[in-house]
């Protein structure tokens, strides 16, 4: 489930839905790795054990935002580089489904689990189908496809 939340923060934020985006684990560096379509790393995201949160970094190496465990609110919280609130991210048990939200509480998008199709779907704030995230069994990753 860590590792499905990391896909869509990274999603959201880095606005890459104009193109495919490919996520594969690292276990040589222990980290999860973002490609564009071209196969160019264009992020990549670790767990740091001592703030027990979720950083995500560019290609260069540069810390762009992190993620931690709200137990408080039971929500995932999204802060950039320096600390400031972005969004969150929480799970809709009612709607079954997990919504992103930005830094004033409004929706952004969400994602539906697919089991027809066996992937989640991904949506916007508005409803719009806008892609959808797929476990491509031969090469072990998760594969982001933009509609």
Same mark, same amino acid.
């Given at each position: 489930m860590k590792t499905f939340i990391l896909i869509w923060l990274f999603f959201l934020t880095a606005n890459c839905y104009s193109q495919d985006v490919t996520q594969r684990y690292n276990d040589y560096l222990d980290r999860t790795e973002f490609y564009d379509s071209r196969g160019m790393l264009i992020g990549y995201a670790k767990y740091n054990s001592y703030f027990e949160r979720t950083e995500f970094y560019d290609a260069q190496g540069n810390l762009v935002k992190y993620e931690k465990k709200n137990e408080y609110f039971n929500r995932t919280d999204i802060k950039d580089r320096t600390g400031n609130q972005k969004g969150y991210i929480k799970e809709n048990e009612y709607l079954n489904r997990q919504e992103t939200y930005d830094s004033n509480g409004n929706l952004k998008g969400y994602q539906k689990w697919n089991?027809?199709? &066996?992937? @989640?779907d991904v949506y916007?704030?508005?409803?719009?189908?806008?892609?959808? &995230?797929? @476990?491509?069994e031969y090469f072990k990753r998760w594969e982001f496809t933009a509609l």
């Open positions: 089991d027809y199709l &066996n992937r @989640y916007d704030s508005k409803g719009n189908h806008i892609g959808y &995230n797929k @476990y491509n």
